[in-house]
């Protein structure tokens, strides 16, 4: 009976302890994770309006979005983070859009967690160039294993489908809220 205490007692302190541990390190590391998430997507609101000299955050609570202007306060577009599923997990994009949400002037894969070698190539300069001034009216579309024929499609990562399809589909629902709230006058 002193031997299933004893090792009670040892398993509940060694808990604690990892436990304590865990937590000091979170509490340590959650700022430093914040601040690089925030420097990520202050890089990005530029690489996807490359034009852009500043920017101002839209007050939304269903749009992350901020406003870029060029060095004369003139607006020249929309830097749009929105986030979905891929195949794996959660995709972040950076959207760049135009002041008429008529155009893309680029995308960003900020995060991402597919698979190695075949869902991570929606990073790469062949997938994400299909955006770069693409019409996303009505929506975005995607092709697989033929070249687009329409002037909003784009083809699909061979071997990746899923994450193309997700990544098209976080832009149609980022560009479809942003049209909403253009209409009401909040964008």
Avoid: C, H
Wanted: net charge neutral.
């Amino acid at each position: 009976m002193k031997t299933v205490i004893r090792m009670l007692s040892t398993l509940t302190l060694i808990g604690i302890l990892s436990g304590g541990l865990l937590a000091f390190v979170n509490g340590w590391a959650d700022p430093l994770i914040k601040a690089n998430q925030k420097a990520e997507t202050e890089k990005a609101i530029y690489l996807v309006n490359p034009e852009g000299k500043n920017y101002s955050k839209i007050d939304s609570k269903l749009l992350e979005a901020y406003k870029v202007v060029d060095g004369t306060d003139k607006l020249i577009g929309y830097s749009i983070a929105r986030e979905g599923n891929g195949f794996q997990g959660k995709i972040r994009i950076m959207i760049g859009v135009s002041d008429d949400l008529e155009s893309i002037n680029s995308i960003e894969i900020l995060e991402q967690t597919e698979t190695p070698g075949l869902g991570t190539k929606v990073t790469e300069e062949p997938f994400t160039s299909q955006f770069k001034g693409l019409p996303p009216s009505p929506v975005v579309e995607w092709v697989k294993g033929i070249p687009p024929s329409k002037p909003n499609e784009i083809q699909a990562v061979t071997g990746a489908t899923i994450s193309s399809k997700a990544v098209v589909e976080i832009i149609n629902d980022g560009l479809t809220v942003a049209r909403e709230l253009k209409k009401k006058g909040d964008l």
